[in-house]
């Protein structure tokens, strides 16, 4: 049996725009709270958010802002970046998502490729003075969130247009992933709205359910699987702070009564470790979503025993495909809502392919994950080239990914290709020996590369966060823990005792920048320990 499954449903996908989805939202639960931003403290129905989005849109048309013109956001998360994501969808404009961290040199480039008509900025974020980096790279047509001439920008007046179609891009979202030259992927009402329902009908979002959304809304995780699973089935958008802060996440799902929560596996990590962890109430919650990253076993199982999400999903996906591409099934067993990233979405299809033929591999052997469908980007804004190198020509969108597919279609993410460690010809998956790592007690969360060596190629080597108050742990120890569990290519020859992980602003470990500090670390005449 090949490793190729297709998602069905009985549910058809939406033909409509962003916009004509929202109306009819509002228009079916306009008393329902649409969004809440905890850290503004402030509140807007379906009906009010309807309302804001219409005159902040009309306020855009009246800017000149019209259908196919970039529109930027350059904020943290706040309730603002929400309105201009639909404001932005109602005219047509396309939303250009712009990450909180970048710098000067970034910001240029995306201003830049994107070819942007205004942006819409927060002043500063943290250590950022956004107004500053603007004027430094000169760009003219800013408007800064709080200033008068945000608060002046809605307005009552004009007509929203009606000549939308729901496959004109929408959205970009410049991505790297870990590594390289930022690309925008350009997405369309049809490729967001779509996915953002999907993803909602799969942890059976209703107009009850309440979001908490720590994740950022520059990415797909925050304003589709949030945002838009939201506003497709009349839930609440719950946003508990400007940056990821555990301790105002948990308060946000405590005060809110939050039924849903999201977050990357290392936000969940942060919370079970909370030191009042015990303190915020989470009896409301019953799902939520952990994706972005390999999600270990172990912390899938302590979300759901002591986070109280019974009902908890993982999804898989890349910004590309809009993202999610496979995910979890509340009725799957808890093994493989644990253990696998679940099964091909409904209308999508998934493939593993051998990455040197592109032949489909059989159910079980390692390969390139491909997914097609509504999902599939419509392609890199003016890359035509990278687009090619993405998108095959029958539209298989190529995710760098090694997957597994077992016999009933669910699928394992191995690792990344670019990750892929071999040890004098034995290809390690970074990922297996992390997931056994995960089962040592005094380690609450580990990353395995593979270093330079000169007899076998590569090492491996761990990167180990120690759970509170436990350690030190030795390389001597971390290795006896594996033998006779793991095959002895697989266990690290080098341990790193570290309090955290070069990572994205999305959650994602960069893997590239922890294999640079490395061999570093384990220059000539170095022992097995590194570091602490
Ligand atoms: P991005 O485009 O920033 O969303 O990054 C997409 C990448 O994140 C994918 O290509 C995967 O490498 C990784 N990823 C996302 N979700 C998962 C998951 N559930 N398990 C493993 N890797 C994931």
Redesign the pocket.
């Known amino acids: 049996m090949l490793a190729y499954t297709a998602g069905t449903s009985d549910v058809p996908m939406l033909g409509e725009t962003i916009g004509a989805n929202l109306d009819r939202t509002a228009a079916r639960f306009p008393d329902r709270e649409a969004l809440v931003d905890v850290a503004a403290g402030r509140r807007w129905t379906y009906a009010e958010f309807n309302a804001a989005v219409d005159d902040l849109a009309r306020g855009l048309l009246s800017r000149g802002i019209t259908k196919g013109d970039r529109v930027g956001i350059w904020a943290p998360n706040c309730a603002e970046w929400v309105l201009v994501q639909y404001a932005t969808a109602k005219i047509g404009a396309i939303l250009v998502n712009i990450n909180p961290a970048y710098r000067t040199h970034e910001l240029g480039f995306v201003v830049k490729q994107a070819g942007l008509s205004l942006l819409i900025s927060a002043v500063s974020f943290k250590t950022s003075d956004y107004r500053a980096m603007i004027a430094e790279i000169g760009f003219p047509a800013a408007i800064f969130l709080g200033s008068p001439e945000w608060d002046a920008l809605p307005s009552d007046e004009g007509e929203l247009p009606a000549d939308l179609s729901f496959d004109d891009p929408i959205n970009i979202q410049y991505?790297s992933?870990t590594t390289g030259f930022p690309k925008g992927?350009t997405l369309s009402h049809h490729n967001i709205l779509n996915n953002g329902f999907f993803v909602g009908e799969l942890v059976n979002y209703t107009e009850r359910d309440r979001i908490c959304i720590p994740v950022p809304l520059y990415?797909?995780?925050g304003m589709v699987m949030g945002n838009l699973a939201a506003t497709s089935h009349g839930a609440c958008m719950v946003l508990p702070a400007p940056g990821f802060d555990p301790a105002a996440t948990l308060a946000a799902v405590t005060s809110e009564r939050c039924t849903s929560l999201y977050g990357v596996p290392t936000m969940f990590i942060a919370e079970l470790g909370l030191e009042r962890f015990d303190g915020y109430d989470l009896s409301t919650l019953r799902t939520g979503i952990?994706?972005?990253?390999?999600?270990p076993v172990e912390v899938m199982k302590r979300v759901v025993a002591e986070m109280n999400m019974a009902e908890v999903a993982?999804?898989?996906?890349?910004?590309?495909t809009s993202?999610v591409s496979t995910m979890t099934r509340a009725d799957d067993s808890l093994t493989r809502r644990t253990g696998t990233?679940g099964r091909t979405m409904p209308h999508l299809e998934s493939k593993v392919v051998d990455p040197g033929t592109g032949l489909v591999v059989g159910r079980g052997e390692p390969g390139e994950l491909c997914t097609r469908g509504y999902s599939v980007m419509l392609g890199y804004w003016e890359q035509p080239d990278a687009t090619a190198g993405a998108i095959d020509a029958a539209r298989w969108m190529h995710?760098?990914?090694l997957a597994t597919m077992d016999a009933d279609g669910y699928v394992n993410?191995v690792g990344?290709i670019k990750d892929l460690v071999i040890r004098g010809g034995e290809n390690v998956y970074p990922r297996e020996v992390e997931e056994f790592l995960h089962t040592h007690p005094d380690i609450a969360d580990v990353q395995v590369i593979g270093v330079p060596d000169a007899k076998y190629g590569e090492e491996l080597m761990a990167w180990v966060v120690l759970r509170p108050g436990a350690g030190p742990l030795t390389a001597g120890q971390v290795r006896e823990f594996c033998a006779g569990k793991l095959s002895h290519f697989k266990i690290p020859r080098y341990v790193h005792v570290v309090d955290g992980f070069p990572m994205?602003v999305?959650g994602?470990v960069r893997k590239v920048e922890m294999r640079e500090q490395a061999v570093r670390l384990i220059a000539p005449g170095e022992g097995e320990e590194v570091g602490r």
Not at 314 to 320: L, P, Q
């Open positions: 991505t992933g992927a990415h797909c995780f952990m994706a972005g990253s390999p999600c993982i999804c898989y996906g890349m910004t590309e993202p990233v995710t760098g990914d993410i990344r994205t999305t994602k």
